[in-house]
């Protein structure tokens, strides 16, 4: 089975970084977009960075300049760098990834806490 599975989250101060990865196993093939969604408490959830197959991405406002997403398709990865952190960035943060042909399945991981807080 397809199963995500994130990491890199944590605890750190506000203007600090982190680096979220995501790695894909099972029997996934011809991955379409991959991206990254957050939720806080009480929030819904919200699309933070996307990066489809040819490379190109898009960001939320909110995080632009800060966040960089990016893919490693041989590996079947995705990545988030997170700068200059503030703390309404603190959420738990969920990789997402689009399968294409034939199945068209999305897969979801289960998450990992961001706090941003001094």
């Known amino acids: 089975q397809v199963q995500l599975v994130e990491s890199g989250g944590g605890l750190v101060q506000p203007g600090g970084s982190l680096r979220l990865s995501c790695a894909a196993s099972?029997?996934?093939?011809?991955?379409?977009?991959m991206g990254w969604y957050r939720q806080a408490p009480g929030k819904q959830r919200e699309l933070v960075a996307l990066i489809i197959s040819g490379g190109a991405t898009n960001y939320a406002d909110s995080v632009k300049g800060r966040f960089t997403i990016s893919r490693d398709n041989a590996k079947k990865m995705v990545y988030l760098q997170m700068n200059s952190l503030k703390p309404e960035d603190t959420a738990v943060y969920y990789c997402k990834v689009d399968e294409g042909a034939p199945r068209f399945q999305t897969y979801w991981g289960q998450g990992t806490q961001v706090i941003v807080s001094s």
């Open positions: 099972g029997s996934i093939f011809s991955i379409t977009v």
